[in-house]
DNA sequence: TCTGGGGTCCTAGGACCC
DNA sequence: TCTGGGGTCCTAGGACCC
């Protein structure tokens, strides 16, 4: 089995000290990122905020009851993806394999770069310093033979830790880590393990080394992976491919929850905007529209439809969005409404099939009608029998 | 004043076609 | 008359990640 040199390269608290950059008055001073309206969570937050038990995803309010002196600062995105781009730019000078994982934190095959060096710790122990001096951030960086063994590496030891993880040693050193840290075993299965008594990595490897049907029942195909991902036979390939999305989509939290289709339907219309919007700006079209609602109980309902043109035109987006919130959502009261465009593709990938209609009608109006029209036959599609079903009665 | 918004991937059931 | 499966697409829901 070869063996790569994987690296997982993770910005401590980024959001945080992208901030301090900006302010160098809140260092060390505990400070969230989120906003505080109607369903605020933290974003990120800084250490000395974590001490007083503020945690990202945590209700601002309740982080402003753990902490009176809380620093709350809005989320600055803009800023915070050109400091990102200094990062990858930064890694990418050192290596070309690189794997832009989400904006603070990348995979970096290092395999080559390390190869005929004696001392591997002062290389990345110097990569950290250099990152320091020219953008100011701070990373924590994993360093194993696959993906997931250098990402559970980089976690080990925050801030400005740097992990290495031999293939030989690493059932021996996860093992005593709580179920909870594996990455991939989140909130849900977590506690359903630990009610099984699955309190450890350690537990859970030794129950997939007996092919315990239970555990298999729990976590099922992933319970397929688990050895190879603990014993560092998992996938060590990068994807060295630029963001390709899939789907592109927004949704808000009303200021209040409301079964008013008016007020609604002004939110969707903005939603429908912006999703149009970003997917002309990343050249995509898509196949599907999908809406999605949550209700007060913070239910999550959503419909779907498959379109048969591929579009990101607003006004198509909007009348679909409509008509399915219409025939689904009307009357309910909602906390928050979104929409997304999914299975989206690449306006030079598709073929184009044109038909009559397309041929004879060239204006927008006509192809959004006909889309509107396909979409009604669609929708009333459920409700009608077909030939064969009527046959078998 | 309870619990965001951006995504990806997996699963499962039903429709539909052969 | 009685009773097939396999394969694919579509849709809904859910878990997970940052």
Same mark, same amino acid.
């Given at each position: 089995?070869?063996t ?10 980024f ?11 809140i260092?060390?001073?505990? =400070? ?43 989320v ?6 050109k ?14 394999? =690189?794997?832009i ?12 770069v ?13 990569f ?6 020219? #953008? ?16 559970m590496?980089?976690?080990m ?13 690493? =059932? ?36 997939v ?18 050895s190879?991902?603990? %014993? ?11 963001w390709?999305?899939k ?43 999908q ?13 779907s ?8 035109d ?22 928050l409404?979104?929409?997304?465009l ?25 192809? #959004? ?9 669609k ?9 064969? %079903?009527?046959?078998?009665?």
């Amino acid at each position: 089995m070869s063996t790569k040199v994987i690296c997982h390269i993770d910005l401590n608290a980024f959001f945080v000290r992208c901030e301090e950059l900006k302010n160098p008055l809140i260092e060390g001073k505990p =400070v969230a990122i989120g906003h505080e309206g109607r369903g605020g969570i933290v974003s990120t937050c800084s250490y000395k905020a974590r001490e007083f038990g503020v945690k990202s995803g945590m209700p601002m309010f309740k982080a402003k009851q753990l902490c009176q002196s809380l620093i709350i600062l809005p989320v600055d995105f803009k800023y915070y993806q050109k400091k990102s781009h200094e990062f990858f730019n930064y890694v990418k000078r050192t290596t070309k394999l =690189v794997e832009i994982a989400s904006v603070d934190e990348c995979y970096a095959d290092f395999t080559n770069v390390i190869k005929n060096n004696k001392n591997p710790h002062k290389f990345f122990e110097d990569f950290q310093k250099q990152l320091f001096k020219e #953008t100011k951030l701070k990373c924590s960086i994993g360093i194993a033979p696959t993906k997931f063994l250098a990402k559970m590496a980089s976690d080990m030891k925050k801030p400005m830790g740097i992990t290495i993880i031999h293939r030989k040693d690493a =059932v021996n050193i996860l093992s005593p880590l709580p179920i909870g840290d594996f990455f991939g075993i989140g909130k849900k299965t977590a506690p359903r393990l630990i009610n099984a008594g699955i309190n450890t990595i350690g537990d859970l490897y030794s129950l997939v080394k007996k092919d315990d049907e239970n555990a298999k029942m729990m976590l099922g195909k992933f319970f397929y992976i688990i050895s190879d991902l603990i %014993e560092g036979k998992s996938n060590d390939q990068l994807d060295l491919e630029p963001w390709d999305p899939k789907s592109i989509g927004n949704s808000t939290t009303l200021i209040e929850d409301t079964d008013d289709f008016r007020d609604i339907k002004e939110t969707i219309s903005n939603l429908c905007k912006e999703v149009s919007e970003r997917c002309i700006k990343e050249n995509k079209l898509g196949n599907t529209l999908q809406i999605v609602i949550k209700t007060p109980d913070f239910k999550i309902k959503n419909k779907s439809i498959k379109l048969d043109k591929p579009t990101n035109d607003y006004k198509v987006i909007f009348d679909i969005s409509c008509k399915l919130y219409e025939k689904y959502f009307l009357g309910i009261t909602v906390r928050l409404v979104g929409v997304t465009l999914q299975n989206l593709i690449d306006p030079k990938d598709l073929v184009i099939q044109m038909t009559f209609f397309d041929y004879e009608e060239h204006e927008e109006q006509s192809q #959004t009608k006909l889309l509107i029209e396909e979409l009604n036959r669609k929708l009333d599609k459920p409700l009608l029998m077909r030939a064969s %079903e009527i046959k078998k009665k």
